[in-house]
């Protein structure tokens, strides 16, 4: 990095040498006027810049012109240095976004640099693990799209970031069902995830939270898990809820007419390994015995694993045909760029956020505001 620089009868003359010479990449360091009108000379201010170690020689011509030019105004005197202090003050919050993308070696992305007012946004991208791709395209559309205004503010930069995740993040809002309506869910995911726990919160908030006394069914097909059973019916015998336990597909259908009079049903399915194929086809079988009845598919996905897991994970399950997603485990993770690449690649919509055990509090109804928050800060934040 060298520093260099120039003179001029104004701040701004001094300033427009700089960038003549050296480009848009110069940074600026500090103003001074460094001497005051007397008799035929006239004010004269310093600017100094630095620039990238790269062409030397060039740089070097730089500072020998510029000098050049601002030495035909400038008689020989003892110089006086005044802080142009209201300038250094303007530019202060600038300067500090800029040191911290001098050290980073990755504040070039691609082919696009990082300006320094981005320095922090895109420190919290890495921070979460974001895709760099998409990293790489929601810079270059701010970049592009934010005013040169608003660039040295920085809640104005945080807010326009905040603007395009919540473009990019697909949301399926919750709408309940009219007092006929019907409908049937069905929970899939690997083992672990949640998705008994899940279905317990959400029969829950139907039943009893939604001021709509909904009637809820729940339908168990896992019978391989030990607990899983007595799981279930120690929450529907709490919340007096009617529970099936089905275990050949053969028995689906009789166990979803059984529940003909509920508002709601939700299945419980065998967790299995994502490269556990078989098991991932005898959810499909189950399903086959019903192929009439519409039943939507949630995939239940944990939100402290790697975006490469779930896409893993998304790949093999995605022969179930999944609707929508919801994520788990959020309250034991601080990374969240994850779940928002991930949702935005498989485009399908998140319908809920688990952020703990407690049935049924800890459950968040799909909001990109909720998880935007939980980026920007790096935990789950509780509402």
């Known amino acids: 990095m060298n520093v260099l620089s120039f003179f001029g009868e104004t701040p701004s003359v001094a300033l427009r040498l700089a960038q003549e010479e050296c480009g848009e990449d110069a940074i600026v360091i500090s103003t001074k006027k460094i001497s005051t009108a007397k008799g035929n000379t006239k004010d004269m201010y310093e600017?100094?810049?630095?620039?990238?170690?790269?062409?030397?020689?060039?740089?070097?011509?730089?500072?020998?012109?510029?000098?050049?030019?601002?030495?035909?105004?400038?008689?020989p005197m003892k110089t006086q240095v005044y802080d142009f202090k209201e300038e250094i003050l303007k530019m202060q919050s600038v300067l500090e976004q800029v040191q911290k993308s001098i050290w980073n070696p990755k504040s070039q992305l691609y082919d696009l640099t990082i300006p320094p007012e981005f320095a922090s946004m895109y420190n919290i991208f890495e921070q979460n693990e974001f895709d760099q791709e998409m990293t790489y395209t929601i810079m270059k559309k701010t970049i592009k799209q934010l005013p040169i205004a608003l660039k040295a503010n920085p809640k104005k930069v945080n807010d326009f970031f905040k603007l395009i995740l919540r473009r990019v993040i697909p949301i399926k809002?919750?709408?309940?069902?009219?007092?006929?309506?019907?409908?049937?869910?069905?929970?899939?995911?690997?083992?672990?995830?949640?998705?008994?726990?899940?279905?317990s919160k959400l029969a829950a908030r139907y039943a009893y939270k939604l001021g709509q006394n909904y009637k809820v069914g729940i339908v168990t097909l896992d019978s391989f898990r030990v607990g899983a059973i007595e799981q279930l019916q120690a929450y529907t015998n709490i919340m007096?809820?009617?529970?099936?336990?089905?275990?050949?597909?053969?028995?689906?259908?009789?166990?979803?007419?059984?529940?003909?009079?509920?508002?709601?049903?939700?299945?419980?399915?065998?967790?299995?390994?994502?490269?556990?194929?078989?098991?991932?086809?005898?959810?499909?079988?189950?399903?086959?015995?019903?192929?009439?009845?519409p039943i939507e598919k949630i995939l239940v996905l944990p939100?402290?694993?790697?975006?490469?897991?779930?896409?893993?994970?998304?790949?093999?399950y995605s022969r179930l045909s999944i609707d929508y997603l919801t994520f788990t485990k959020l309250d034991e993770t601080?990374?969240?760029?994850?779940?928002?690449?991930?949702?935005?690649?498989?485009?399908?919509s998140i319908?809920?956020?688990s952020i703990g055990q407690n049935v049924p509090d800890d459950l968040i109804v799909s909001d990109s505001s909720f998880l935007?928050?939980?980026?920007?800060?790096?935990?789950?934040?509780?509402?």
């Open 47 to 75: 600017v100094v810049v630095a620039v990238e170690e790269e062409d030397k020689k060039k740089n070097l011509i730089y500072t020998k012109t510029a000098i050049s030019k601002a030495s035909q105004n400038v008689e």
């Open 173 to 199: 809002h919750e709408v309940p069902l009219r007092k006929h309506q019907r409908k049937i869910i069905m929970m899939v995911g690997p083992t672990g995830v949640g998705k008994t726990t899940t279905i």
């Open 240 to 293: 007096r809820l009617p529970l099936e336990i089905v275990k050949k597909p053969e028995g689906l259908a009789e166990a979803l007419l059984r529940l003909k009079d509920c508002n709601y049903i939700f299945i419980d399915t065998a967790g299995s390994s994502q490269y556990d194929i078989d098991k991932i086809e005898l959810i499909n079988e189950y399903q086959k015995k019903v192929e009439e009845l």
């Open 303 to 316: 939100a402290n694993v790697k975006h490469s897991d779930l896409l893993e994970i998304y790949k093999n």
């Open 334 to 348: 601080k990374s969240f760029g994850n779940l928002i690449s991930f949702a935005h690649k498989t485009k399908k």
């Open 351 to 353: 319908t809920y956020f």
């Open 372 to 383: 935007i928050d939980c980026f920007m800060n790096n935990q789950c934040v509780r509402r």
